[in-house]
């Protein structure tokens, strides 16, 4: 079951590192972000995860499609609240 809760828990926290991610020039503060999203997506509740994925198994783990993702995530996310 997926609460609103872990709704907006998840995208109040990827659309705060969405933010800082899209307009960073930092590679080590991208990688940064990218590891706190898939040590966040670990921990997350498995039917949202699969709800916004898609199927995806690499969804939000793949760093070349990251920014895509990311992004994607938090669309889903804000129409979902």
Aim: with cysteine; hydrophobic share 35%; net charge negative.
């Amino acid at each position: 079951m997926i609460t609103k809760d872990s709704i907006e828990t998840a995208y109040s926290f990827f659309h705060q590192k969405e933010r800082i991610y899209v307009h960073s020039t930092l590679d080590w503060q991208r990688d940064d972000i990218e590891c706190a999203i898939e040590s966040y997506v670990d921990d997350m509740s498995p039917e949202l995860y699969r709800l916004i994925a898609e199927g995806r198994k690499d969804f939000l783990r793949d760093h070349k499609q990251f920014q895509k993702d990311i992004m994607y995530a938090v669309d889903m996310l804000e129409k979902m609240l």
